[in-house]
């Protein structure tokens, strides 16, 4: 399964036509497609334990900008995996946390707020919402399980794979084109499509860094809201990989204790 800020994703207008989101579902599984999809993923969880901070950066409409400093820490093992998630600054959104924890396929995602002081369940019907006022949503920043979308192979050149996703579960996304790096399986963009067949969100990874081996991570993404306007950068200032992270992190009890020290 994807982790979360692929995605995250956490990912040019195709010339694709709506309809093929109705026949991708209706063709048989496009295994190759699928196992494409899978390597990406494989070669990205390769960390048991990640740590980072980055900076969020959210950019309007009229080019007005707000800027938020936060910290991750990530579990990935066997097929479990836990992402807890806290603002550090500024002031009116310090100590807001979010916690995501997927379990065999089983995914929760919980929300503390400091002012209104206790955790909350993010439900099904507030996937889509915005992340603390960034063009990322919550749906962005859970899992993306092969066993819940439907791919196909739309092309494949020396320099990218394009394959297409169609969720198999309710989503705010009809279809996303996801846009791969061939020789390093690399997640370069994605593209989000509506109802109405038409790219409403893209999601660029840019500066890519090789940790060991086949283990490579962007140093900034770029949620970019086509509708509105309004793009969402994510830019890494420090990672750590494999330092061994307490189990007691990824729980309630911390999201209310604060960020982990």
């Known amino acids: 399964m994807i982790r979360p800020f692929i995605f995250l994703f956490l990912f040019a207008a195709s010339s694709l036509p709506p309809a093929a989101s109705a026949s991708t579902q209706e063709n048989p599984p496009d295994e190759s497609a699928r196992s494409v999809f899978e390597e990406l993923d494989r070669r990205r969880s390769n960390a048991e334990y990640e740590m980072a901070d980055m900076t969020m950066t959210i950019h309007n409409a009229r080019g007005r900008t707000r800027t938020r400093e936060l910290s991750t820490w990530n579990i990935n093992r066997d097929d479990v995996t836990k992402q807890l998630v806290f603002f550090e600054s500024p002031a009116d959104v310090r100590g807001t946390g979010l916690l995501t924890v997927t379990d065999n396929g089983r995914e929760s995602q919980r929300i503390y707020l400091p002012a209104v002081g206790r955790v909350q369940t ?117 990672r750590t990989f494999d330092e061994p992270i307490p189990d007691e992190y990824f729980t309630d009890r911390q999201l209310r204790r604060g960020m982990p020290r």
Do not use: C
């Open 122 to 238: 993010i439900g099904a019907s507030q996937r889509s919402d915005r992340f603390m006022g960034s063009d990322f949503t919550y749906e962005d920043l859970g899992q993306l399980d092969p066993d819940q979308f439907d791919f196909t192979e739309i092309d494949r050149n020396s320099e990218r794979i394009l394959l297409e996703a169609v969720p198999r579960r309710e989503s705010q996304y009809e279809r996303i084109h996801f846009f791969i790096d061939p020789d390093q399986y690399l997640l370069i963009k994605a593209e989000y499509f509506d109802s109405d067949g038409e790219i409403f969100k893209r999601l660029e990874l840019h500066d890519y860094i090789n940790v060991t081996d086949e283990l490579w991570r962007p140093g900034l993404m770029v949620m970019f809201d086509l509708e509105d306007g309004r793009k969402t950068e994510l830019r890494w200032t420090d």
